[in-house]
């Protein structure tokens, strides 16, 4: 019968099928692979040391600790995320020889230069590099980055536009924050990212915007409110009370009502509405539900 063997089976490591289900059900490779090697040792060890051992960068080390303490089985201190620097990592001459000559990465160089419409310099390539050698994106996620932060800066700015290599390495630590190492999850948030953009016209609608779409600032606010659970209709009400407050739209001051909400959990109009009602009104229903019960 066709099959796997395991060698040298001298020392175990038992996991509970519990775990081992979380696991496979999450389908995260480097959250699995940082599990195990966990689980292997038996003394304390840092985050240089796991990133050494698993030729895992701080991002994916991060998103692979973040995974694991959703599903409860680790607690630890989240790493610091590094930024982009202003210069990216240096590469000697030979060492980009060496990159360009593995075909995946020079597919992926000759792919950004299509989209781009323009030949890399070495600062852009050392950029690329640096997305797929030190933040840890794998090439065909990369390959959908690029696409994403072109068909964004045409919509944006109009067709033809496109960002630079800078823009799409600032994006890719994005993604590398928000854990997408893979196809799946990152075309999953692109899906996301779509039917986003789609109902901000109805956020735009509920603040009376008009059909127009919103800017880059503007998105983030709709973004974040969406994050919090607001509907439009929650926005339009909000929007009321900074009409009122303001004589016209502020969205810093709209976002801080919104936000109070969501810190004391309102969600409709009518939290909203009985927030209002008076204490002594409050005492005087219940003092009257209780004498309607005798």
């Known amino acids: 019968m066709a099959g796997?063997?395991?060698?040298?089976?001298?020392?175990?490591?038992?996991?509970?099928?519990?775990?081992?289900?979380?696991?496979l059900q999450a389908a995260d490779g480097d959250a699995a692979l940082l599990y195990l090697y966990l689980m292997r040792r038996t003394d304390a060890v840092t985050a240089e040391q796991i990133m050494q051992s698993l030729s895992m960068s701080a991002l994916r080390l991060q998103a692979a600790q973040s995974r694991l303490e959703g599903m409860g089985l680790l607690q630890s201190q989240?790493?610091?995320?590094?930024?982009?620097?202003r210069q990216p990592a240096e590469y000697t001459a030979a060492e980009l020889g060496e990159m360009l000559r593995d075909g995946e990465f020079r597919m992926?160089?000759?792919?950004?230069?299509?989209?781009?419409?323009?030949?890399?310099?070495?600062?852009?390539?050392?950029?690329?590099?640096n997305l797929r050698h030190e933040v840890g994106l794998p090439a065909d996620v990369i390959f959908l980055l690029v696409r994403h932060c072109v068909e964004e800066q045409e919509r944006r700015f109009g067709e033809g536009r496109r960002p630079t290599v800078s823009a799409i390495e600032k994006e890719g630590y994005y993604w590398a924050r928000r854990g997408l190492f893979d196809q799946e999850s990152a075309a999953r948030y692109l899906r996301t990212v779509a039917r986003r953009r789609e109902q901000s016209v109805q956020y735009m609608a509920a603040m009376h915007m008009g059909d127009r779409r919103p800017v880059e600032a503007e998105e983030k606010y709709i973004?974040?409110?969406?994050?919090?659970?607001?509907?439009?209709?929650?926005?339009?009400?909000?929007?009321?009370?900074?009409?009122?407050?303001?004589?016209?739209?502020?969205?810093r001051y709209l976002n801080g009502i919104l936000r109070r909400w969501d810190k004391d959990g309102l969600r409709t109009p009518r939290d909203v509405q009985e927030e209002k009602r008076p204490k002594t009104a409050e005492k005087k229903d219940r003092s009257l539900e209780e004498f309607m019960k005798w």
Request: proline content about 6%.
């Open 4 to 23: 796997y063997i395991i060698q040298d089976r001298e020392k175990t490591l038992v996991l509970p099928c519990r775990q081992v289900d979380q696991l």
């Open 78 to 85: 989240s790493l610091p995320v590094p930024e982009p620097a």
């Open 108 to 129: 992926l160089v000759e792919e950004t230069e299509r989209c781009l419409g323009k030949k890399l310099t070495t600062l852009d390539i050392k950029r690329l590099a």
């Open 223 to 251: 973004a974040q409110w969406m994050d919090w659970g607001f509907s439009p209709e929650m926005v339009a009400l909000a929007y009321e009370k900074t009409v009122l407050k303001k004589q016209g739209m502020d969205w």
